[in-house]
Nanobody
Framework: QVQLVESGGGLVQPGGSLRLSCVNS????????MGWYRQVPGKQRELVAR???????NYADSVKGRFTISRENAKKTVYLQMNSLKPEDTAVYYC????????WGQGTQVTVSS
């Protein structure tokens, strides 16, 4: 059974950094891609960053140059390094794994505020 467990969220001041982690219960190469999405109340969940099996990455325009997605295969873990955080980055961040369907973690809150 696929389980995705996120950690690393919290409260940070504008300009600060956080690193999110997502541990997968199964080999991450079982999935075509893994990624991070975020959602704020009243809005649709949006893609933040994704990394494919082949190592290709793509990012939302709003986070390019500030966020970096990476993976550590042996630990079945995907990371999201978030730098230069802005208040508009405040959201619940969800880990996603896609194979024949989407799998989701429970989400971790990121709040950027002074």
């Amino acid at each position: 059974q696929v389980q995705l467990v996120e950690s690393g969220g919290g409260l940070v001041q504008p300009g600060g950094s956080l690193r999110l982690s997502c541990v997968n219960s199964v080999n991450i190469f079982s999935f075509g891609s893994m990624g991070w999405y975020r959602q704020v109340p009243g809005k649709q969940r949006e893609l933040v960053a994704r990394i494919t099996n082949g190592g290709n990455t793509n990012y939302a325009d709003s986070v390019k140059g500030r966020f970096t997605i990476s993976r550590e295969n042996a630990k079945k873990t995907v990371y999201l390094q978030m730098n230069s955080l802005k208040p508009e980055d405040t959201a619940v961040y969800y880990c996603n794994a896609y194979s024949y369907k989407d799998f989701w973690g429970q989400g971790t809150q990121v709040t950027v505020s002074s």
